[in-house]
Every structure is written in structure tokens, then in C-alpha cells.
């Protein structure tokens, strides 16, 4: 059953699809089945929106929730890891990493324009090998990964990649953890001058 799959909302762009995998598991867990986890593919841009997603099946969710844990491991604080474990999610993440993507091509439209599309349909682990080449790049360039920051609020475990000006953001999203904190730090303030 070949079937198109509505755009997943991501909850923000946290600026490459390996952190936007990340963030997959809060609030709550995202990829918990196959029509989120193709819902995820799409709205990530892993495959040209419309392309067909009916044949995954129910290990697609379990091996990207794998990969999610392995580059959570490498992407947070290394100095707070056990060694062994960094270990084995870099090397699992390589060996993600070397399946072959798929393959896109470019196909006339009726207008006339040019669209892409893949020359086959999307197997799990090329799917994977995009998600893992991406934290391979992100991993690897030093002024990249000197860009990956962990949202500053309490309790939200979002890792994002600073582009801001300066290099000062602190939280995943200034309207929901920024806000939350602004709004604590101005109760305080408010207390504060009560007593």
C-alpha cells in the first residue's frame, strides 16, 4: 500500500536533521510508530515531499530511535559520557553512515519546471545513512559542532545549532522556553519586591 504522508510539525528547526531527530523525544516520544516516523522523513525534507512511505514497517521506528540515541550520545556533553558508550554510538553511527543514500534525480513537471524526486523508493537504511551523514559532518567540523548548544531551560533537553548573531542564543525557542523564563525571572522579581 503505497500512501503519501502528511507533514510532521517539527517543533523547530534545530538547524541540521540529525539535531531535529533529537528532538523527536520530547516532549513526549514522537516516533512511537511508522505513519509519525514517515510523517518525520518527509517534514525533515529526508525525501522529496509525496514520495511513497507505504512499505515501511514497524523496525523502521525502533532502528531511527537507535540512531537517535547513538547521536545523542556523541552530540552532548562527551565529558559527561562513558567512554565505551561514545565509543559504541560512533561506531554504530559509522556504520549508518556508509549505506548508500537514495538516490535523487531530477524530473520535468507538467509546467515545464524541474522537481526532485528519488529513483527509487527509500529504503530504512538508506534513510538512516542520511540522518547519520549528517551528524558525521556535524561532528567533524570544528566550527559546526562549536555551533551546538543545549536549550538553557529547565528541563528541555533540545540541542539546536547557534546561527544567531553573536553566537547568544540561549533556549530551542524564545517563545516557549525563553518565554517560560521570563515569565519565572519576572515572578521572582515580583516576589522579591513584595517582601
Known amino acids: 500500500m503505497a500512501r503519501d504522508t502528511a507533514p510532521y510539525e517539527l517543533r523547530f528547526d534545530a538547524g541540521r536533521c540529525c539535531l531535529d531527530l533529537l528532538a523527536t ?3 513526549h516520544e514522537h516516533l512511537d510508530a511508522v ?4 510523517a518525520w522523513i518527509t517534514g525533515a525534507g529526508l525525501v522529496p515531499p509525496g514520495t511513497p512511505l507505504g512499505h ?3 523496525a523502521w521506528p525502533l532502528r ?3 540512531l537517535r540515541a547513538h547521536i545523542g550520545t ?3 556533553a562527551e565529558g559527561d559520557s562513558d567512554p565505551r558508550a561514545r565509543a559504541r554510538a560512533l561506531g554504530r553511527l559509522n556504520e549508518l553512515a556508509a549505506a548508500a543514500p537514495p538516490v535523487p534525480r531530477a524530473v520535468r513537471q507538467e509546467n515545464g519546471s524541474l522537481a526532485r524526486e528519488l529513483a527509487g523508493r527509500p529504503e530504512c537504511a538508506a ?4 540522518v547519520a551523514r549528517d551528524a558525521v559532518e556535524l561532528l567533524t567540523d570544528p566550527v559546526a559542532r562549536a555551533a ?3 536549550c538553557a531551560g529547565d528541563d528541555c533537553p533540545l540541542v539546536y545549532l547557534d546561527t544567531s548573531r553573536g553566537r547568544r542564543r540561549r533556549w530551542c525557542s524564545s517563545e ?4 517560560r523564563e521570563r515569565v519565572a525571572r519576572h515572578r521572582r522579581r515580583a516576589a522579591l519586591a513584595r517582601s
Do not use: K, M, Q, Y
Request: proline share 11%; hydrophobic share 40%; charged share 20%.
Open 25 to 27: 523525544s520530547h516532549p
Open 35 to 38: 505513519a509519525p516516523l514517515c
Open 56 to 58: 515501511a514497517d514497524p
Open 64 to 66: 531511527f530511535r537507535e
Open 74 to 76: 556523541l552530540v552532548r
Open 127 to 130: 534513510l538512516l545513512a542520511v
Open 148 to 150: 551546538v548548544r543545549e
Open 176 to 179: 516557549t522556553c525563553g518565554n
